[in-house]
């Protein structure tokens, strides 16, 4: 059974930092993608940045662009993501997510696309205000 822990979340200023980890356990195979998502009351889930387990390639959601960087440790199962020049805009839930990437084959596709998403985790408060 595939478990996605994440942590890092917390209450920042705005143009602040903060670092997201998730750590994944359960995966049967190397062959998988590792996301963050995230969402705010009465807005549907939107894909924030999605990593390939394989090849290392991303995918960054247009207003993240240039501040947040994910990154993944595959001998430690964990993957990262570094928010910086962080806004109120900024302010959601932000979800841990896994699939494997014969079900998408991209990762941008498991990011544009949240159905295709197979595991997620509990999900932790990122807060931007003064």
């Known amino acids: 059974q595939v478990q996605l822990v994440e942590s890092g979340g917390g209450l920042v200023q705005p143009g602040g930092s903060l670092r997201l980890s998730c750590a994944a356990s359960?995966?049967?195979?190397?062959?998988?993608?590792i996301g963050w998502f995230r969402q705010v009351p009465g807005k549907e889930r939107e894909g924030v940045s999605c990593?390939?387990?394989?090849?290392?390639?991303?995918y960054y959601l247009d207003s993240v662009k240039g501040r947040f960087t994910i990154s993944r440790d595959n001998a430690k199962n964990a993957v990262f993501l570094q928010m910086s020049s962080l806004s109120p805009e900024d302010t959601a839930v932000y979800y841990c997510?896994?699939?494997?990437?014969?079900?998408?084959?991209?990762?941008?596709?498991?990011?544009?696309?949240?159905?295709?998403?197979?595991?997620w985790g509990q999900g932790t408060q990122v807060t931007v205000s003064s």
């Open positions: 990593i390939s387990s394989s090849d290392g390639s991303t």
């Open positions: 359960g995966f049967t195979s190397d062959y998988y993608a």
């Open positions: 997510a896994a699939v494997s990437l014969r079900m998408i084959a991209t990762v941008q596709r498991m990011c544009v696309f949240p159905a295709y998403v197979r595991y």
